[in-house]
């Protein structure tokens, strides 16, 4: 049985420190599913990242959309928010700091 990659979920993927996040994790193999309410933006994220990037256009309020974004058989390994939204009961002090962490921490073997 072949080990599958880690795999995170960033909202707000389209552009800015959650690109860069998405393209973090991407490089250091990941597969990331991004979240954003921006088409044109995940678009351009997906075609300089390739495969290991699974975007979708989602708003993150609304829990439904998000559902069906998500593989509910699927293992996440890491969860960042970068949408400018509180969506989680997470603070978003506790959210960004655990982000910057998880963009900068190799995965334990």
Not at 26 to 43: K, Q, S, T
């Given at each position: 049985?072949?080990q599958q990659?880690?795999?995170?979920?960033?909202?707000g993927?389209a552009?800015?420190?959650g690109?860069s996040?998405a393209a973090?994790f991407?490089?250091?193999?990941?597969?990331?599913v991004?979240?954003?309410?921006?088409?044109a933006g995940l678009?351009?994220?997906?075609?300089?990242?390739?495969?290991?990037?699974?975007?979708a256009?989602?708003?993150?309020?609304?829990?439904?959309?998000?559902?069906?974004?998500l593989d509910?058989?699927a293992?996440l390994?890491?969860v960042?928010?970068?949408?400018?939204?509180?969506?989680?009961?997470?603070s978003?002090?506790?959210?960004?700091?655990?982000?910057?962490k998880a963009a900068?921490?190799?995965?334990?073997?």
């Amino acid at each position: 049985m072949t080990q599958q990659p880690p795999a995170a979920l960033v909202t707000g993927a389209a552009s800015g420190m959650g690109a860069s996040v998405a393209a973090r994790f991407v490089a250091e193999g990941w597969r990331v599913v991004a979240l954003d309410v921006d088409p044109a933006g995940l678009a351009r994220l997906a075609e300089s990242l390739g495969e290991r990037l699974v975007p979708a256009r989602v708003d993150i309020r609304d829990r439904a959309a998000v559902a069906a974004a998500l593989d509910p058989d699927a293992d996440l390994d890491a969860v960042v928010n970068f949408a400018s939204i509180d969506a989680f009961a997470v603070s978003r002090g506790q959210l960004m700091y655990r982000a910057s962490k998880a963009a900068v921490v190799a995965r334990p073997s």
